[in-house]
Structures are given as C-alpha cells and as structure tokens.
C-alpha cells in the first residue's frame, strides 16, 4: 500500500521578528476555514507567531497570549480566534469560546494544540516551535489531513517562501 505523504518543512528562525514574518506570510494568504496548531515550549514563540499571523490578516488589536481568557477574537473582514489551550481542562470546553463558529466562520490558531487535539479538524496546519538557542527557533510546519487546493496548502505554502 502507498503511503500518502503530506507536505512538511523545517526551518530556523533566528528572532522573534523571523518567527513573527512566518505568522504574516501565513496570514496573507489565509482564508475561513484555516486551523493552525500551534505546539511548542513556554517562550518558543506560539504568540509571537500569532502577532504576526494577524498582522498578515490585517487585523488590528494587541496579540497577547491569552492563557488567563483562552480564547480571543480579532474581528475583521475573515476573523482570527487565539487561543490558549494551557489551562483548558476539557477541550469539548472550546465550544463555549465560539469553536465551531469560528472554524467556519474564521481562521482558528491554538496555542499548546496537544491539549485540545480531539477537536482539530482532521484538515490542519500544525506548526510545532523548538528551543536551539537564546533567539533561536526551529519551525517543523506539517500539513495534515487529506485534502487538495484548500486553505491549508496555501497556508504551508506562503510558509516555507522566505
Ligand atoms: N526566534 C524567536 N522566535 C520567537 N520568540 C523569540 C525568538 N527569540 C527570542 N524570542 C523570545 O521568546 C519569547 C517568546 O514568547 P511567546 O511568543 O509568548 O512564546 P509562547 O507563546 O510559545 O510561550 C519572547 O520573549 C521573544 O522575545
Ligand atoms: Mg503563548
């Protein structure tokens, strides 16, 4: 049986303006209907990827990480909801902070994804974010799921152009 191999890339990210410029990349091009996962350590970068990304929306408002709210919305022409799934204790508790809504409605980004995976559509971007040094990062950027042509391609796309 063939295996299906889904796109995936690495790529170091030198400070947090680098890792902000690959949120933006993202952000211009994403459209309703993008999730991306966002998995790494305490600093590694998940909100400032976020800051960026809505700064690719052109959304305005400050991108703080929401860990004390779990979620935030940037309202705009396509919406962007952050959220902080560090303190989350059920992730079927996403539906109180307009998941389903703004999955079709908006682009989603989840911090600590690992902790709410049950409900990540089967269709995402995960972006996982590692320590290599004081301003170092590493970005491992996977498509998941099945899928052609759609939102998240065109996410991974605009990702890996530097
Ligand atoms: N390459 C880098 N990318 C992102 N943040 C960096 C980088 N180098 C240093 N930093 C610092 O690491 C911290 C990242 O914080 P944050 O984005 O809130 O992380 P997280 O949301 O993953 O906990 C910030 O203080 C930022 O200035
Ligand atoms: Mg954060």
Do not use: N
Not at 10 to 24: I, K, P, V
Request: glycine letters at 10%; aromatic letters at 4%.
């Amino acid at each position: 049986m063939t295996e299906s191999k889904t796109p995936s890339t690495r790529l170091m990210l030198a400070s947090e303006a680098q890792t902000e410029a690959l949120g933006e990349r993202i952000g211009a091009v994403a459209r309703a209907g993008l999730v991306v996962g966002l998995y790494g350590d305490l600093g590694a970068g998940k909100t400032a990827l976020v800051r960026g990304l809505a700064r690719g929306m052109a959304l305005d408002g400050r991108v703080r990480s929401p860990t004390f709210t779990i979620a935030s919305l940037h309202r705009g022409v396509v919406p962007l909801l952050h959220v902080d799934a560090y303190r989350l204790e059920d992730p079927t508790e996403l539906a109180l902070h307009g998941w389903q809504e703004w999955h079709q409605e908006g682009v989603i980004a989840v911090e600590w994804a690992q902790r709410v995976e049950s409900m990540l559509p089967p269709r995402h971007l995960r972006i996982e974010l590692s320590h290599r040094g004081e301003e170092l990062r590493q970005g491992h950027i996977q498509v998941r799921g099945e899928g052609q042509d759609d939102a998240v391609e065109q996410a991974f796309l605009a990702a890996i152009v530097c």
